[in-house]
Antibody, heavy 125, light 112 residues
Framework: QLQMKESGPGLVKPSETLSLTCTVS??????????WGWIRQPPGKGLEWIGS???????YYNPSLKSRVTISVDTSKNQFSLKLNSVTAADTAVYYC?????????????????WGQGTLVTVSS | DIVMTQSPDSLAVSLGERATINCRSS????????????LAWYQQKPGQPPKLLIY???TRESGVPDRFSGSGSGTDFTLTISSLQAEDVAVYYC????????FGPGTKVDIK
């Protein structure tokens, strides 16, 4: 059974960098069948896709966040990571990692069939 | 970006009755290469991550009860719960994967 778990600081100061890691168990992150994504949800609000990565390292970002986001993958550890720099209070959210299905037709533009439980990151001094 | 809207914002339905949620996209989600619509539906219960229910607008994910069904094409889509159960109380989101991924704002479903 696939499990995904986010880890990282729950509190980040404004202007600093938010760093999270997603550890995947029960499946190989090196599979060509999937992309691996980050999605966030501000408290009481809706969902926003941050970006996705393929095991090869090819990454794709939401244009609205692209200038501040880096997603990387470590296949040896079966993990992928998110870095979001220059954070503000508007970046306070529950951050989810999720598995995206590679449906060939749409590539990295896909849906997510497995999600981690999410981790709340608060941006505050 | 494709903007997704949902209606209503919330609805309350009696147990066993039908619940209908609408989702509209700002441009067509019909993918020409396979003639399918790039639209997914998720269910999110309080304190939990979203759960995939439907993809390609009408294909039910494995293990999802058949009381959940999706329909529509182009820019207008519907999620129907044919007979609402207590465990269906949740927020439901649509998501397009035609291009840069975007989600609808969500529809909250409660018991009347």
């Amino acid at each position: 059974q696939l499990q995904m778990k986010e880890s990282g600081p729950g509190l980040v100061k404004p202007s600093e960098t938010l760093s999270l890691t997603c550890t995947v168990s029960g499946d190989s992150i090196s599979s060509s069948d999937y992309y691996w994504g980050w999605i966030r949800q501000p408290p009481g609000k809706g969902l926003e896709w941050i970006g996705s990565i393929f095991y090869s390292g090819s990454s794709y970002y939401n244009p609205s966040l692209k200038s501040r986001v880096t997603i990387s993958v470590d296949t040896s550890k079966n993990q992928f990571s998110l870095k979001l720099n220059s954070v503000t209070a508007a970046d306070t959210a529950v951050y989810y990692c999720a598995r995206g299905i590679n449906m060939a037709a749409t590539g990295h533009q896909t849906l997510f069939d497995y999600w981690g439980q999410g981790t709340l990151v608060t941006v505050s001094s | 970006d494709i903007v997704m809207t949902q209606s209503p914002d919330s609805l309350a339905v009696s147990l066993g009755e039908r619940a209908t949620i609408n989702c509209r996209s700002s441009q067509s989600l019909l993918f020409r290469s396979n003639n399918k619509n790039c639209l997914a539906w998720y269910q999110q219960k309080p304190g939990q991550p979203p759960k995939l229910l439907i993809y390609w607008a009408s294909t039910r994910e494995s293990g999802v009860p058949d009381r959940f069904s999706g329909s529509g094409s182009g820019t207008d889509f519907t999620l129907t719960i044919s007979s609402l159960q207590a465990e269906d109380v949740a927020v439901y989101y649509c998501q397009q994967y035609y291009n840069t991924l975007t989600f609808g704002p969500g529809t909250k479903v409660d018991i009347k």
